[in-house]
């Protein structure tokens, strides 16, 4: 088995048309995405439409969620900018992502962690806000009960592997849309890639077991860079044009 897993696309389809470009080239035709798909001041139309026909298994993240289950006036500024570019079909396609997915027996998605879609899966705060990787009993007390031998995760933006004591691997393949961003709960923080590429993995089964390759592919994101300054969002023009939070 060989396929590719995308997420945290943000509304940025000038990144996520390099991403499909790049996995054309690689040969792959089967894609899973993690969620996250749409919020952000970008494009969340342009994407949805290039999206929604891949039929890619996808599972919803904490930022489609917040896309449906709230009115308008209780969204947040993540959501303000996208939801007037989504179309009635385009909202029923969130409403129907389940939280959970599986591709075949061995590969478990989800958004975040298995039970719940705003949780650092493989990543914790300090005190004073440095983001770093969680320990790992309680990366595997996250991942209890979930027999998978892959388990798929986004959420942080940061591509990572861990390999349980067990064996089994979790793999983020970080963002395609967003490489940074901050945040003040439940104390401020920062998540920065460091590059300003688009972000993705492609996962092969082999004789030894789960292969994940992350692949970071060049697109003209200080295009977007440029969208997001329109709509005032700083933060977003730093994460975008650099890969850090300015």
Known sequence: MRFAAIADIHGNHLALEAVLADIRAQGIETIVNLGDSFSGPLEAGLTADLLT?????????????????????????????SYPQLSPAHLDWIRNLPETARLG???????????????????????????????????????????ATLLLCGHSHIPRAVQLSD????????????????YDVPVYHK????TPFASYAILE?????????????????????????????MDWVSA????WIA
């Open 53 to 81: 026909p891949l039929n890619a298994l996808t599972v919803r993240g904490n930022h489609d969620r917040a896309l449906i289950d709230r009115p308008f006036e209780a969204m947040g500024d993540w959501e303000k900018p």
């Open 105 to 147: 027996d061995e590969v478990f998605l989800c958004h975040a962690t298995p039970r719940d879609d705003n949780t650092y899966w493989t990543e914790t705060l300090s005190a004073d806000g440095i983001f770093h990787l969680k320990p790992l009993d309680e990366i595997e007390t996250l991942a209890n009960g979930v027999d």
């Open 167 to 182: 064996g089994r691997l979790i793999v983020n393949p970080g963002s395609i849309g967003c490489p940074g961003f901050d």
């Open 191 to 194: 998540a920065q890639a460091g």
């Open 205 to 233: 089964k082999t004789d030894r077991g789960w292969q994940p390759s992350f692949r970071l592919v060049r697109y003209d994101n200080l295009a977007m860079a440029e969208l997001a300054r329109r709509h005032g969002m």
């Open 240 to 243: 975008l044009s650099s890969g």
